[in-house]
DNA sequence: TTGCTCCTCACGTCACGTGAGGTGGC
DNA sequence: TTGCTCCTCACGTCACGTGAGGTGGC
């Protein structure tokens, strides 16, 4: 091959500007001049104009940069990759692409997620408390007090996760029975009415019966393993902000129907809404 | 409910401390922190000690963000959405979804092409290429002159990636006649001899012939669209580092006997070791 | 009393992005 | 000559991480 007369310096011709490598490869001139300056990529020799020169290796080096990045490896390990030779890369190789492996589902999991963003309380709460309070619903209980149920239960999943969800099985079985469902949307109703109002003594009777026969067995009182008044002040705060005069002469009703039933009173405190 | 005597504050019982939150929902404590300062989240009342004190829809716009920020969502954007309601959000959930789904296959591109790190040759060349030094291996052409044309072909490719291909088309088919196959062998060999060695002739009138059978169709001819004179200085830059005083006599030789056809000595150039 | 959590600055980090001001190539 | 590419600082950005120095809760 018969050297041609071109303006090209004799040892840069042919050789690629970093603009051209860049776009061959498929990264920014910038992240070349990042890499070159972690010396993750060796600085090339320069033309006559001071111009960076790449030859073939280099597209290749930059393209194992590239590929070792876009799979989420620090630069600072992809150094020390790339300088331990292909044997620690070899290895390197099977653990990142496990990580890798890791990361293909994550995405289908988010897409899920993502989709529920607007009814959000299905996609976010866990099941059993959606569970819980569809039955609220179904049980025609108002959209206010679920709400309540709500974000009463979210804050005592997140300070107990494990002792709540135990509880909420206790509450889901009381709910199973009409007598429960009937008692707990008097509770809804009896929020408005009078102190003095007689029916709240009718309620109190249903209720207090109802503890009895519920927790005849001591195998059905929920085992808390709360110390009491942390959870007793979390109730009574939460539920405080919605509790009615005719609703607090209720709880002292029931509670005097259940004298002498002391372990009864304990299983009562959670259920009462 | 009645309210049970306790430490806990009154307003705060129950709600939870930043790190409760934390820990519950799957963030660090200085995210949400970050949130507050980004104005993503808003900042909730605090208790007797300047503690922050967060209550269940906190949990739930907590969610809401790790859930979009996940999603790659950048801050900014998850700011207006939450902002914008439903209706908006809705509409975004749609175009992050197909995002997402386009971020389920890079993973497994990226796995594929990590593996193949360590003889990185076959990952990230052009598979035509690849083929093509096969091709030179199999011919018997030593690793040294395969390892040159890899890095001239990778030069060309990324500064005319399109004629680069067509170009290779025609190397390919030119290796794939004996006749062409023993002449780049014999080129190999000669680059060592003296370039007084009668041999040297021999060499020129099999490859003058070779090249006026296989350009005897004009159709044959690769179309150059680059101008001639930058990719000769590139290939004789790039070649004319290995060029022996005998191959550049070889050269001079072969140019003699196709004197008369002017089209074949263009088809020559790039044909030439 | 000790260790753990919380508080507020405020600087650091990672992988570049983005001008600022200037020169060379076609 | 004009527009495009290249050069070197050097500060900006994004989403937090990480002490620094101090106080409150169990």
């Known amino acids: 091959v018969t050297r041609q007369p071109d303006k090209l310096e004799p040892r840069s011709a042919g050789m690629l500007t970093i603009g051209q490598l860049a776009e061959y490869v498929g990264v920014t001139v910038r992240a070349i001049r990042h890499y070159h300056q972690r010396g993750l990529l060796g600085e090339p020799a320069r033309d006559a104009s001071g111009y960076r020169r790449y030859g073939a290796p280099a597209v290749l080096d930059l393209l194992r940069i590239k590929t070792l990045s876009e799979a989420g490896v620090p ?13 620690q890369l070899a290895a390197s190789v099977t653990e990142i692409g496990a990580a890798l492996q890791r990361q293909i589902r994550e995405p289908q999991l988010r ?3 993502i989709a529920g963003l607007v009814d959000g309380e299905r996609m976010f709460l866990p099941p059993e408390l959606v ?10 209980v108002n959209e206010h007090t679920v709400q309540v149920e709500r974000d009463g239960w979210i804050l005592l999943m997140a300070r107990y996760p494990q002792q709540a969800l135990e509880w909420l099985v206790h509450k889901r079985a009381d709910l199973a029975d009409p007598e429960f469902r009937r008692l707990y949307r008097g509770y809804g109703e009896a929020a408005d009415w009078d102190p003095a109002d007689p029916r709240l003594e009718q309620l109190a009777d249903a209720m207090a019966s109802y503890v009895v ?15 009491d008044p942390t959870v007793a002040a979390l109730l009574s705060s939460h539920f405080g902000d919605t509790t009615s005069p005719a609703l607090e002469r209720l709880n002292e009703l029931t509670k005097e129907k259940l004298q002498g039933h002391q372990s009864h009173q304990q299983a ?3 259920g009462s809404p």
Chains 1, 2 share one sequence.
């Open 75 to 87: 630069l600072a390990r992809i150094d020390e990759l790339l300088a331990a030779g292909p044997e």
């Open 111 to 113: 897409r899920r997620r």
């Open 131 to 140: 569970a819980f309070l569809d039955e609220l619903r179904a049980a025609g």
């Open 213 to 227: 026969r519920r927790y005849r067995n001591e195998d059905d009182i929920p085992d808390m393993k709360i110390d």
């Open 268 to 270: 009562l405190d959670p």
